[in-house]
């Protein structure tokens, strides 16, 4: 694959995982759940988005 290409979809997952943590997030906050099924949803999703991040930077990073 290429490496622009490969730069970029890890840019499309770590937002997409981004926003779907701050829903889950929301929804935890402010649904009527009794669960903590959203909470850990949403610290899951943005604890990988932030993993990503760092990834890509670190890749960055090499290739300068």
Request: proline share 2%.
């Amino acid at each position: 694959m290429d490496k622009k290409r490969q730069y970029s979809l890890i840019m499309i997952v770590s937002v997409i995982l981004m926003l779907a943590g701050i829903i889950c997030l929301c929804i935890s906050l402010f649904g009527s759940t009794k669960s903590n099924k959203p909470l850990a949803c949403a610290l899951i999703c943005i604890n990988l988005a932030n993993l990503l991040n760092i990834y890509r930077a670190m890749k960055n990073k090499n290739k300068s």
